[in-house]
Nanobody, 114 residues
Framework: QVQLVESGGGLVQPGGSLRLSCAAS????????AGWYRRAPGKQREFVAA??????GYADSVKGRFTISRDNAKNTVYLQMNSLKPEDTAVYYC?????????WGQGAQVTVSS
Protein backbone atom coordinates (compact mmCIF):
# COMPACT_ATOMS: atom_id res chain seq x y z
CA GLN A 1 0.00 0.00 0.00
CA VAL A 2 1.26 3.47 -0.86
CA GLN A 3 1.96 5.70 2.13
CA LEU A 4 3.36 9.22 2.25
CA VAL A 5 4.43 10.38 5.71
CA GLU A 6 5.19 14.06 6.23
CA SER A 7 7.25 15.67 8.96
CA GLY A 8 9.04 18.92 9.74
CA GLY A 9 6.18 21.33 10.23
CA GLY A 10 5.98 23.74 13.11
CA LEU A 11 5.97 27.35 14.23
CA VAL A 12 8.52 29.79 12.86
CA GLN A 13 8.98 33.55 12.90
CA PRO A 14 8.71 35.60 9.70
CA GLY A 15 11.97 35.41 7.79
CA GLY A 16 12.79 32.01 9.23
CA SER A 17 13.16 28.63 7.56
CA LEU A 18 11.69 25.15 7.76
CA ARG A 19 12.25 21.94 5.86
CA LEU A 20 9.40 19.54 5.25
CA SER A 21 10.04 15.88 4.54
CA CYS A 22 7.83 13.34 2.79
CA ALA A 23 8.93 9.73 3.17
CA ALA A 24 7.30 7.24 0.81
CA SER A 25 6.58 3.55 0.90
CA UNK A 26 4.93 1.52 -1.82
CA UNK A 27 6.35 3.80 -4.52
CA UNK A 28 9.83 4.89 -5.50
CA UNK A 29 10.15 8.65 -5.80
CA UNK A 30 13.12 8.40 -8.14
CA UNK A 31 10.83 6.76 -10.70
CA UNK A 32 7.83 9.06 -10.18
CA UNK A 33 6.84 12.68 -10.05
CA ALA A 34 6.19 14.32 -6.70
CA GLY A 35 4.76 17.60 -5.54
CA TRP A 36 3.81 19.82 -2.66
CA TYR A 37 0.48 21.58 -2.19
CA ARG A 38 -0.89 23.69 0.63
CA ARG A 39 -4.22 24.81 1.98
CA ALA A 40 -4.52 27.95 4.06
CA PRO A 41 -7.51 28.52 6.36
CA GLY A 42 -10.58 29.43 4.34
CA LYS A 43 -8.85 28.90 1.01
CA GLN A 44 -8.65 26.18 -1.61
CA ARG A 45 -5.68 23.91 -1.91
CA GLU A 46 -3.00 25.40 -4.13
CA PHE A 47 0.03 24.12 -5.95
CA VAL A 48 3.40 24.92 -4.37
CA ALA A 49 6.16 22.91 -6.07
CA ALA A 50 6.79 19.82 -8.18
CA UNK A 51 9.75 17.69 -9.16
CA UNK A 52 9.89 15.45 -12.22
CA UNK A 53 12.49 13.85 -14.42
CA UNK A 54 12.31 17.05 -16.47
CA UNK A 55 13.14 19.40 -13.62
CA UNK A 56 11.30 21.43 -11.01
CA GLY A 57 8.51 23.96 -11.00
CA TYR A 58 7.12 26.43 -8.48
CA ALA A 59 4.16 28.63 -7.85
CA ASP A 60 4.91 32.30 -8.40
CA SER A 61 4.22 33.01 -4.74
CA VAL A 62 7.15 30.86 -3.57
CA LYS A 63 9.70 31.21 -6.38
CA GLY A 64 13.09 32.17 -5.04
CA ARG A 65 12.17 31.14 -1.50
CA PHE A 66 11.21 27.44 -1.66
CA THR A 67 13.18 24.52 -3.09
CA ILE A 68 11.91 21.01 -3.78
CA SER A 69 14.38 18.13 -3.85
CA ARG A 70 14.61 14.40 -3.28
CA ASP A 71 17.00 11.92 -1.74
CA ASN A 72 16.67 8.68 -3.66
CA ALA A 73 18.60 6.67 -1.06
CA LYS A 74 16.01 7.65 1.57
CA ASN A 75 13.03 7.59 -0.82
CA THR A 76 12.13 11.02 0.51
CA VAL A 77 11.07 14.32 -1.03
CA TYR A 78 11.83 17.61 0.70
CA LEU A 79 10.54 21.15 0.63
CA GLN A 80 13.05 23.69 1.90
CA MET A 81 11.23 26.89 2.83
CA ASN A 82 13.23 30.07 3.38
CA SER A 83 12.26 33.67 4.04
CA LEU A 84 8.91 32.53 5.35
CA LYS A 85 6.02 34.97 5.44
CA PRO A 86 2.79 34.92 7.46
CA GLU A 87 0.88 34.20 4.24
CA ASP A 88 2.79 30.91 3.98
CA THR A 89 0.82 29.65 6.97
CA ALA A 90 -1.05 26.55 5.79
CA VAL A 91 -1.27 22.80 5.96
CA TYR A 92 1.23 21.38 3.49
CA TYR A 93 0.64 18.10 1.65
CA CYS A 94 2.99 16.00 -0.43
CA UNK A 95 1.58 14.27 -3.47
CA UNK A 96 2.42 11.51 -5.91
CA UNK A 97 0.23 11.90 -9.01
CA UNK A 98 -0.31 8.20 -9.62
CA UNK A 99 -3.57 6.58 -10.61
CA UNK A 100 -6.92 8.30 -10.97
CA UNK A 101 -6.70 10.50 -7.85
CA UNK A 102 -3.08 10.41 -6.75
CA UNK A 103 -1.67 9.71 -3.32
CA TRP A 104 -1.43 12.27 -0.52
CA GLY A 105 0.34 12.67 2.77
CA GLN A 106 -1.53 13.43 5.98
CA GLY A 107 -0.54 17.09 6.00
CA ALA A 108 1.98 19.11 7.98
CA GLN A 109 1.02 22.34 9.71
CA VAL A 110 3.28 25.32 9.06
CA THR A 111 2.60 28.47 11.06
CA VAL A 112 4.55 31.67 10.44
CA SER A 113 4.01 34.23 13.18
CA SER A 114 6.03 36.67 15.23
Amino acid sequence: QVQLVESGGGLVQPGGSLRLSCAASGIIFSNNNAGWYRRAPGKQREFVAAITDRGTGYADSVKGRFTISRDNAKNTVYLQMNSLKPEDTAVYYCNAPLGPSGYWGQGAQVTVSS
